[in-house]
Structure formats: structure tokens, C-alpha cells
Nanobody, 127 residues
């Protein structure tokens, strides 16, 4: 079992920055991939970014490339999402997720491939 706790959300003006954190606990040695997803009101939960714990793979949704950066601190079992040049359309609840077994590179953006989810943290970008 793996527990995930997100933090760092809040209210920011357009053009501003936020850094989200996702702290993993429990059987983290069995985690192979970490992802960030987001869900705006009335919309589906969409892929934002992901990385592999086991290698150098990093993946981004087209909508955030060049603005968001995913990173990890292995010693702290924590994954970060640095969000810059935020836009009102980035407003959503942000969730981190993980799975135990390795993913094929094309599967990192698929919500159904992740087994464990955090409770989410709200990000609101005002115009």
C-alpha cells in the first residue's frame, strides 16, 4: 500500500508560479512511476506530467510543456511539480498518482494505469 499527500496549491495571479509537492509513504520501494493529473470542474481528469522512478523518463502534456517541470527527491520519496507562467485555464484540482510496476513510455499519460492517488490540492489562477 502506498499513501500520497499533495500540498502547495493555492490562489495565484496569471503569470505567477506555484510548486506542488507529493509525498509518498508506505511501500514506496515498489513505486515505479509518478504522475500528476488535474481535474477542472465539469471536466475529466487529465494528464499533466509524469516521471519514472526507475530511469530518466519524463513526460509532459502538450498544454504545459515549457511551463511546468516535474522533478523528484528520491531520499524524501517526494515528487514536485513546478508550475510557471500560470494561466487561468490551469485552474483545477491537482492529483498525484503512482503505480508499482513499470510502464511502457506511451502509457505514462493514461489515468487508468495508476493504482494509488492522493486527495488532491486546489490550484486557482486568477486573470
Amino acid at each position: 500500500q502506498v499513501q500520497l499527500v499533495e500540498s502547495g496549491g493555492g490562489l495565484v495571479q496569471a503569470g505567477g508560479s506555484l510548486r506542488l509537492s507529493c509525498a509518498a509513504s508506505g511501500r514506496t520501494f515498489s513505486s515505479s512511476a509518478m504522475g500528476w493529473f488535474r481535474q477542472a470542474p465539469g471536466k475529466e481528469r487529465d494528464f499533466v506530467a509524469a516521471l519514472s522512478w526507475l530511469g530518466p523518463g519524463i513526460y509532459y502534456a502538450d498544454s504545459v510543456k515549457g511551463r511546468f517541470t516535474i522533478s523528484r527527491d528520491n531520499a524524501k520519496n517526494t515528487v514536485y511539480l513546478q508550475m510557471n507562467i500560470l494561466k487561468p485555464e490551469d485552474t483545477a484540482v491537482y492529483y498525484c498518482a503512482t503505480r508499482r510496476t513499470p510502464l511502457y513510455y506511451s502509457d505514462y499519460g493514461r489515468r487508468a494505469m495508476y493504482e494509488y492517488w492522493g486527495q488532491g490540492t486546489q490550484v486557482t489562477v486568477s486573470s
